[in-house]
């Protein structure tokens, strides 16, 4: 599929799923995809894989602060989703996925601590995943 050894299939999945194995290598060549699939068929993976490679490429990777190896502290990515609850699920793969690069994720939903929302936002994470009344109030 084109992914850096740190995204190895086997390392985070048995197979990949038809979804994922369609939409990955069109999603690495910059390429839009509209797509549906049943639940646990790999969607969130199937975006996610691909944000984070063209986040690794833009410098970074390794532990630490990315901004050290090239890549300017700043949020990248605006992942909005309509509910909490499925913006929690994407925020915990998109971290799941990032684990061993340095790449950071914030979560920016309501019934959650504003103070505390507010000064992980401060710390330029790349990706942020929002609900939209949220992220803009």
Request: charged share 15%; net charge positive; hydrophobic share 50%.
């Given at each position: 599929?084109?992914?850096?050894?740190?995204?190895?299939?086997?390392?985070?999945?048995?197979?990949?799923?038809?979804?994922?194995?369609?939409?990955?290598?069109?999603?690495?060549?910059?390429?839009?995809?509209?797509?549906?699939?049943?639940?646990?068929?790999?969607?969130?993976?199937?975006?996610?894989?691909?944000?984070?490679?063209?986040?690794l490429?833009?410098g970074?990777?390794?532990?630490?602060?990315?901004?050290?190896?090239?890549?300017?502290?700043?949020?990248?990515?605006?992942?909005?989703?309509?509910?909490?609850?499925?913006?929690?699920?994407?925020?915990?793969?998109?971290?799941?996925?990032?684990?061993?690069?340095?790449?950071?994720?914030?979560l920016?939903?309501?019934?959650?601590?504003?103070?505390?929302?507010?000064?992980?936002?401060?710390?330029?994470?790349?990706?942020?995943?929002?609900?939209p009344?949220?992220?803009?109030?």
């Open positions: 599929l084109n992914l850096t050894s740190r995204f190895s299939p086997s390392f985070f999945f048995s197979t990949f799923e038809p979804f994922k194995a369609a939409c990955i290598p069109l999603a690495l060549l910059g390429r839009d995809i509209a797509g549906s699939a049943v639940t646990g068929s790999g969607k969130t993976a199937a975006f996610a894989l691909p944000l984070l490679e063209r986040l490429l833009l970074g990777g390794g532990g630490g602060n990315g901004a050290s190896r090239g890549r300017l502290p700043a949020t990248y990515v605006l992942i909005l989703e309509p509910t909490r609850e499925l913006a929690a699920q994407v925020h915990s793969m998109v971290c799941a996925l990032a684990q061993f690069t340095d790449v950071r994720a914030a920016a939903v309501g019934g959650l601590s504003l103070q505390a929302q507010a000064a992980d936002l401060r710390t330029k994470p790349e990706v942020v995943v929002a609900t009344v949220s992220f803009f109030f």
